[in-house]
């Protein structure tokens, strides 16, 4: 029931912050252009989706920094320090659509991929390069021969874009379609290939690419929302490392860069040692284990 909680949390935010449903109808502005899209929410939700309501913290970002005049964008920066602050990965696991679409496709029943440490840690290092290099470094030293930058991620890698913004706008838009370009085909590509990877791999985008997590991935271990662990209570079990779909042990590491505070190792502790909540104060899940070995 947990489980579908968090879900249902997913799909409802993705809902009501993509609510503009004059948007998708025929006649309609394609893109919402209101007050509301200068605040933005705290996860990846394209700019260009018709439905989208608020911006998305990694394009305005990635506006500031290409922008003719390089402003410093002291307001997302701050938004998204104080998210991390508060929150952490929180976001990634309960107020992310791309998220939760990842997860729904890998509950596709074909065999899993899980990686070898070998591998997965450096590629989960890759989010952290996408960060600094496509998100700040070349929107804010690059610039084409009108002194303007481009955002890069957004532009050429972000599969979150093409399919809320992209795919709707060209179905919607019989006019954009002779204008597609290659840069159309390849984005349509990296989508493809990270939906096609989602339905073997729990997460890939999360895991290996987003620079949101990579941003809040900083404030895991000083979050003010957080995992806990009572160490006299902890049975050594390892039941919570084998649930954890993200391949962290909550043992040794309960605040990992990588955990998106799903709770689901919280659940499954026989031995109800693990917690979730605000500072020193942890929230117990129940569970029907019941406590073992012990």
């Not at 919402?32 to 200068?38: A, I, R, S």
């Not at 590509?189 to 997590?213: D, E, H, M, Q, T």
Request: aromatic share 12%.
């Amino acid at each position: 029931m947990a489980k579908r909680f968090r879900k249902i949390v997913q799909a409802g935010w993705g809902i009501l912050t993509n609510a503009y449903v004059r948007g998708f109808l025929p006649g309609g502005p394609a893109i919402y252009e209101g007050v509301l899209k200068h605040f933005c929410v705290p996860g990846m939700n394209c700019y260009s989706c018709p439905g989208a309501v608020f911006a998305c913290p990694i394009g305005a970002l990635q506006a500031a920094f290409s922008g003719k005049h390089r402003k410093f964008p002291f307001y997302v920066l701050g938004y998204l320090t104080a998210v991390g602050v508060l929150a952490g990965r929180f976001i990634c696991g309960w107020l992310c659509l791309f998220g939760l679409i990842q997860e729904l496709l890998y509950k596709i029943p074909t065999p899993k991929i899980h990686l070898p440490k070998t591998p997965d840690r450096p590629l989960r290092k890759l989010k952290y390069l996408v960060l600094l290099v496509l998100v700040v470094g070349l929107p804010l030293f690059y610039r084409n021969r009108l002194g303007v930058g481009d955002p890069f991620f957004c532009k050429y890698l972000c599969p979150v874009g093409t399919l809320e913004g992209g795919i709707p706008l060209v179905l919607l838009n019989e006019a954009l379609r002779p204008s597609l370009s290659w840069l159309f085909g390849w984005k349509m590509a990296v989508l493809v290939l990270c939906i096609a990877a989602s339905i073997f791999i729990y997460r890939p985008f999360c895991k290996y690419i987003c620079p949101l997590g990579a941003f809040y991935s900083l404030f895991q271990r000083i979050s003010i929302v957080r995992m806990r662990v009572d160490q006299a209570a902890c049975i050594g079990c390892g039941t919570c490392e084998k649930v954890c779909p993200m391949s962290v042990s909550p043992v040794k590491n309960p605040n990992s860069a990588e955990c998106i505070r799903c709770t689901e190792c919280v659940k499954a502790c026989p031995a109800h040692a693990l917690s979730f909540g605000i500072g020193g104060e942890g929230l117990k899940l129940k569970n029907n284990k019941g406590i073992q070995g012990k």
